[in-house]
């Protein structure tokens, strides 16, 4: 039998683990910038977690969840989102006790039983924030500004927020009695899931992506006419704020999120690519009161959002924005002959403590099949190891995109190294010793001048006095 994955979960591997890795760190250098601070949570929680803080009318809840009763006969659950897990954790460790607001990332894998699409997974990866402990209009703008920010740190440049105001507990009682008058009159010809909605919470009707149910609520009444007097105020401020750092948003009413815990402010965030093509949302969150109450814990207000982080790395790729993501070595460690494969071994270890990725073969090799295989793991550098190299205490190294090459001295061969990537690194010049003459009209001198710094670009090479005192 031939074992394949489950079906809705794929292998992740080459250069997509280099995109996905990439993703998170620079959103997590986004959040660290706001100071949050990463929290990772178990994948399995008990299943009462996500039905009593997700909410039991969330599609998640109803009918995507992967539910089962382990040994001891309790229920639990993978998790299908993080927000419910977090305020779990904010409870079970006393994390409200501290100082407040938390404001907490995350990133890891989740799971909801959905029918597999392209780029759709049954096993899929999140990043998102949750701040937890203040309620007010600029808790949630920043939530949205950190959000932008982040995306355009990985390179996309035509964001679009999406904004809708759900209101506070009397706003949504009321309106939720609006919309049950007004759908219960053309429920007979809507969806199943749109009967169910109607008596579990008739906001998420304004979801449906039935074509003939859009139409029907399109006459539904609007939620902005329901709101109380401090929640008009709040969301105001709260674009007031937004609409001061320069981010452009639009006023979406039909826009409500998908889980029940959410109330006052919810956004989106779309993606258009430089032609015009729209990408549709890629991030979504929004403000919510009473899920850590629900939960146990204190009634603390909170907002948050969440990405997909398979969704980011395709519409990367399509953008070419990881297209320079480097997967090669800084080092292929080349033995001469199987008299200096040990001596070659040592080297590679000895590479690898220095903080250069390093690797070699582990049997004698022709030479040219190494350089292939330089080349093909994507070296920046061979280090060749022969017998004569090394009685004479040197080894040559080679740059395999010059085929310039010169010998090191094999005693010092960390600060060898260092020379030689300290260039490539801080220079973003391909010369080894900094020989060049500059052009300097302060002063006429060379570079590795010792009262000189070199700062050498592609498109020439200029030099600076220093100015240490």
Do not use: W
């Amino acid at each position: 039998m031939q074992y394949q994955p489950v079906k809705g979960t794929h292998d992740i591997y080459g250069k997509e683990v280099l995109g996905m890795r990439y993703i998170e760190t620079v959103l997590a250098a986004a959040c660290e910038l706001y100071n949050y601070k990463e929290i990772m949570l178990p994948t399995l929680e008990y299943t009462e977690v996500f039905s009593r803080g997700t909410g039991a009318g969330s599609d998640i809840v109803r009918k995507e969840m992967y539910t089962f009763l382990d040994k001891g006969n309790r229920s639990v659950t993978m998790r299908p989102e993080f927000t419910a897990g977090v305020m779990r954790s904010i409870i079970s460790n006393k994390l409200y006790a501290g100082d407040l607001p938390l404001k907490l990332f995350y990133s890891g894998a989740a799971y909801r039983y959905e029918r597999p699409q392209l780029g759709r997974y049954r096993q899929f990866h999140q990043f998102g924030i949750e701040q937890v402990g203040s309620d007010n209009a600029r808790a949630d703008a920043e939530c949205v500004i950190l959000a932008v920010s982040g995306l355009q740190m990985l390179g996309f440049q035509n964001v679009k927020v999406k904004i809708n105001s759900l209101g506070d507990a009397e706003t949504r009682a009321n309106y939720r009695e609006a919309l049950v008058e007004y759908f219960k009159g053309h429920i007979d010809e809507m969806c199943s899931d749109c009967k169910e909605r109607l008596e579990l919470n008739p906001l998420r009707i304004l979801d449906c992506k039935v074509e003939h149910d859009q139409e029907i609520a399109k006459g539904a009444p609007r939620i902005k006419d329901y709101l109380t007097e401090a929640s008009e105020k709040r969301f105001y401020e709260t674009l007031s704020i937004i609409n001061a750092m320069g981010i452009e948003y639009e006023l979406d009413e039909n826009l409500v999120r998908g889980l029940d815990y959410y109330s006052e402010f919810v956004f989106e965030i779309h993606l258009t690519s430089p032609e015009g093509k729209d990408y549709g949302a890629v991030c979504g969150g929004g403000h919510y009161g009473g899920l850590l109450k629900e939960l146990g814990g204190p009634d603390l207000a909170g907002v948050g959002f969440a990405m997909g982080v398979e969704r980011l790395y395709s519409l990367m790729m399509e953008n070419h924005l990881l297209d320079d993501i480097e997967e090669g070595l800084d080092l292929y460690v080349m033995p001469v002959g199987e008299k200096v494969l040990n001596d070659a071994f040592e080297i590679t270890m000895a590479c690898r403590s220095f903080g250069y990725s390093t690797d070699s073969p582990f049997q004698s090799m022709k030479f040219g099949t190494m350089f292939k295989k330089a080349e093909k793991l994507g070296a920046k550098y061979a280090l060749i190891v022969g017998e004569e190299e090394l009685e004479n205490g040197v080894l040559k190294i080679k740059n395999i995109a010059t085929q310039e090459q010169q010998e090191i001295s094999l005693e010092n061969l960390q600060e060898e190294l260092h020379d030689i990537f300290g260039c490539e690194e801080e220079h973003h010049c391909h010369c080894h010793e900094c020989e060049c003459d500059c052009d300097c009209e302060e002063c006429d001198c060379e570079c590795g001048d010792e009262e000189h710094e070199c700062h050498c670009h592609e498109e020439g090479c200029h030099c600076h006095h220093h100015d240490d005192e």
